[in-house]
């Protein structure tokens, strides 16, 4: 696999922000590529992917490249009053990374997902954007982050009203609400994950009954774990593997 780090201008954000990418090196592996978006937590950048796992090797011989954008602490959202994350996103880096490698440009060859921060991103975006992407998943998702407690919320995270406003629940970057509002077979294949240790458990077995309850087709599993990088460079690689399957990069008997 090759690696690059990518300084480009976001016109979203108004100022220069980067990616890091992971790309087969290989001739042999056919193209054009899939791409798979990896969206980071609350506290990390674009680095900490490939600082704490060896995503690199999970994603060897496969015809898929890794874009590990940097969404700061914004939530992977247009903020009330702030930074346009979502469009960076969306906008800047997925047009900068279909223009510039070989990689399908279309909803089959688009995967997302994320930890945490990430993983709420991850969902919202995928379920906002079902005409962009192609699968989606969550490990340890901030699922209910919207429909807490506000003052919790804002502990965790002090940009929460100046990005999301007062009262989000139920609004257009919830989760909850997105899947209550849309059609359901426009949905994506969606894989969620959480460790049973893990601070945020709940609010990942409330959104899968949730989905449950609206009838919406996808997998949740909980492993032993906690919030933590040993987590999620083990689950990581079944997320690979769904995605995989979903963009269809591998036969279905392997």
């Known amino acids: 696999m090759a690696f690059a780090s990518i300084n480009y201008f976001s016109r979203s954000l108004g100022k220069a922000s980067s990616f890091n990418i992971v790309f087969p090196d290989d001739p042999k592996i056919p193209r054009p590529w899939a791409v798979y978006y990896l969206l980071h937590g609350l506290s990390d950048d674009h680095t900490i992917w490939m600082r704490r796992t060896s995503i690199e090797r999970y994603v060897e011989n496969l015809p898929m490249a890794v874009v590990m954008p940097d969404g700061g602490r914004g939530w992977y959202t247009n903020a009330v009053e702030g930074y346009a994350h979502e469009d960076d996103l969306i906008k800047d880096i997925l047009g900068l990374v279909e223009r510039t490698f070989p990689v399908r440009a279309e909803r089959s060859g688009r995967a997302i997902g994320g930890l945490s921060m990430g993983g ?119 997320a690979v593997a769904f995605h995989a399957k979903n963009l269809q990069l591998v036969k279905e008997a392997q």
């Open 120 to 238: 709420y991103g991850a969902v919202k975006l995928g379920l906002k954007h079902h005409d962009l992407f192609g699968s989606v998943n969550s490990h340890s998702g901030a699922l209910g982050f919207l429909r807490g407690d506000v003052n919790k919320s804002k502990e965790l995270s002090p940009e929460f009203a100046r990005i999301f406003g007062e009262k989000p629940a139920g609004g257009p970057e919830d989760p909850f609400a997105i899947v209550e509002k849309i059609d359901h077979g426009l949905i994506p294949p969606m894989r969620i994950d959480c460790g049973t240790d893990d601070f945020l458990l709940d609010q990942n077995r409330a959104f899968h009954a949730h989905l449950e309850k609206m009838h919406v087709p996808h997998q949740y599993e909980e492993f032993p774990g906690s919030h933590n990088w040993a987590y999620w460079d083990l689950h990581v690689r079944e």
